[in-house]
Nanobody, 118 residues
Framework: QVQLVESGGGLVQAGGSLRLSCAASGRTFRRYAMGWFRQAPGKEREFVAAIPGGGGSIYYADSVKGRFTISRDNAKNTVYLQMNSLKPEDTAVYYC???????????WGQGTQVTVSS
């Protein structure tokens, strides 16, 4: 069983930056695709970004492309989401997710709140 624990959320003014971290348990972390989803109040959960376990393409939602950067440090079993030029519409609970076998996002963290004030 893999556990994902997010941190780094908080309150920031529009135009500011935050970096989210997600610490994962398990020895095979490096093989997992990892990603971030978010859910704003009254809205459906939406994909934000994903990074493969090995080499490969990184994907971003159009709404965050050019502002957010996903990265990972396999030595620390951690994935990051650097968020720059934040907008009020980025306000949401952000969830870290893991896909161990290309079968889907089987593992989810508990979420961390990001609030962007205008």
């Amino acid at each position: 069983q893999v556990q994902l624990v997010e941190s780094g959320g908080g309150l920031v003014q529009a135009g500011g930056s935050l970096r989210l971290s997600c610490a994962a348990s398990g020895r095979t972390f490096r093989r997992y695709a990892m990603g971030w989803f978010r859910q704003a109040p009254g809205k459906e959960r939406e994909f934000v970004a994903a990074i493969p376990g090995g080499g490969g393409s990184i994907y971003y939602a159009d709404s965050v492309k050019g502002r957010f950067t996903i990265s990972r440090d396999n030595a620390k079993n951690t994935v990051y989401l650097q968020m720059n030029s934040l907008k009020p519409e980025d306000t949401a609970v952000y969830y870290c997710v893991g896909d161990p076998s290309s079968s889907g996002w089987d593992y989810w963290g508990q979420g961390t709140q990001v609030t962007v004030s205008s």
